[in-house]
């Protein structure tokens, strides 16, 4: 079931292109990540939120930003993609302390 | 900080037969919670099982049984009666009680279940 949404599913773009990585939940969840999953398949998380315009970075530096105006709403930003951010970008959200987290299907990001 | 760490890169099993794949963790807290994802090529990480360190029973989902040592800081994860749908990348995470649910991956084990 589909109930954590991420578009678009792949994208393919040039360098300096701003691009913006949408994420949506239908589950009322408060808490919100973003992970980055490089080549080698490793998860490293690069944005974290708790609720409504609360959100935080992640243990791997990265220069995209995100926004929380919406509890459903968690989109992610570049503002200038560069050929280093060419990876999987994935979206989750979760809601009891102990709980699970449910994750989207992924972004497929290639910047050339 | 908490690592966790998938020693098997790579594994492969016949159908039918059981395959272990292993995690350990490094941690000072107590209380604690671990999983299991999977992810089939291109498509979605779905939860496999969920396990509660303060809890001595392992957890099983069918097919799918975990071997928590807790003192050892290992949770192996057991998969019985290996079918062809469950060729996918497995990883291991790590949950830290009341630290708003962020996980920690392990680098993830690619299984290949063979006919």
């Known amino acids: 079931e589909a109930d954590i949404y991420q578009t678009p599913r792949y994208l393919v773009i040039g360098t300096g292109k701003k691009i913006t990585l949408e994420c949506s939940q239908t589950?009322?969840?408060?808490?919100m990540y973003w992970y980055q999953q490089d080549p080698g398949m490793e998860l490293h998380l690069i944005h974290y939120?708790?609720?409504?315009?609360?959100?935080e970075k992640g243990d791997l530096s990265s220069e995209s930003t995100v926004s929380r105006i919406r509890t459903e709403h968690f989109p992610l930003t570049l503002e200038s993609a560069r050929p280093s951010h060419t990876s999987q970008y994935l979206c989750?959200?979760?809601?009891?302390?102990?709980?699970?987290?449910?994750f989207g299907n992924g972004t497929r990001l290639t910047v050339t | 900080a908490q690592t966790v760490t998938q020693s098997q890169p790579e594994m492969s099993v016949q159908e039918a037969e059981t395959v272990t794949l292993s995690c350990t963790y490094d941690?000072?807290?107590?209380?604690?919670?671990l999983f299991w994802y999977k992810q089939p090529p291109s498509r979605q990480m779905i939860l496999v099982i969920r396990?509660?360190?303060?809890?001595?029973q392992n957890a099983t989902e069918n097919r799918f049984s975990v071997n928590f040592q807790k003192a050892a800081k290992s949770f192996s994860l057991k998969i019985s009666d290996s079918q062809l749908g469950d060729t996918a990348m497995y990883f291991c995470?790590?949950?830290?009680?009341?630290?708003?649910?962020?996980?920690?991956f392990g680098g993830g084990t690619r299984l290949m279940v063979k006919p």
């Open positions: 989750a959200s979760s809601k009891d302390p102990g709980s699970p987290l449910h």
């Open positions: 939120s708790y609720g409504v315009n609360s959100t």
């Open positions: 995470a790590f949950m830290k009680e009341n630290a708003g649910n962020m996980l920690t």
């Open positions: 941690t000072s807290e107590n209380n604690y919670y």
């Open positions: 589950m009322g969840h408060d808490k």
């Open positions: 396990q509660e360190a303060y809890k001595q």
